[in-house]
Every structure is written in structure tokens, then in C-alpha cells.
């Protein structure tokens, strides 16, 4: 069975936060582990803080869109913003690499997404915007335990 949240939500940076709660909470009922809930939670503020502060420019105008789809142990999750892309997708995938270094960024953001994930996509358009597609598997040994 499939089951599937979608928000919307503005781009302002307190809105991360609720990121994080709304899609900790609908993941919960696969009944993950704490490392996995933790690193589910971490990519989505890495990824809906990206949208925020690189897709928008921090201009609250624009709208973040998140999905998240459970089905048996897979948990895919989908951010998409509609801001100015990435002109250099293979260079915004190094770390270290950010845009905003006057900001104090770490540049970690899709390195983090890698190692916590089973599954990463981005796809990005400038002037468009930009999808992030992630997977994670959670794994069978939480059932073990219950």
C-alpha cells in the first residue's frame, strides 16, 4: 500500500522547521529507526534550506513544494522550488561548494543528502527551478527489535 503527503509551503527559513516535524511525523509510522528518522530529517532541512536560501534568494515570495511517499520500507521524498536553478549542477554537488559563502553556508548540503540516502536526483533548470529526488531504504532490522 502507498501512502502519500504533499505540502506547500512558503519560502521563509522558519518554515524548515515544520519541514522537518510534518515529514518526521508521516514517516514515524513505518516505524524507522532513530539514525534513519534522524538522517531523513537532516536531508530535508538540507534540501527545503537550499530552496530557501539559493532557489529564492531568500525572497518569501516563492513557494516550496515537498512530497514524501511511504510504500512498504522505501520512503521517497521530493523537493521542488521554482527559482533560479543551478547554472553548475556538477560543481554545486562538490563539497565544500557554495554560493553563498558570505552567508557562512558549509557547502555540505548535497554531499549530506548523498551519504544519508540510498537514492539522490537533482534535476535544475535556471530561471526554472529545481527537483530533488531522494530514496532511502529503511532497513529490516527495526522489525528485529519490536
Known sequence: MKNTMKLTFSALSQNESFARVA???FVAQLDPTMDELTEIKTV???AVTNAIIHGYNEDDNGMVDLEVELEEDTVRLTI???????HDLDEARQPLYTSKPELERSGMGFTIMEN???EVAIESEPMVGTTISLVKRLSKQRALCN
Not at 80 to 86: A, H, L, S, T, Y
Open 23 to 25: 515529514v518526521g511525523s
Open 44 to 46: 530535508i532541512s538540507e
Open 80 to 86: 521542488r522550488d521554482r527559482g533560479i536553478g543551478i
Open 116 to 118: 544519508f540516502m540510498d
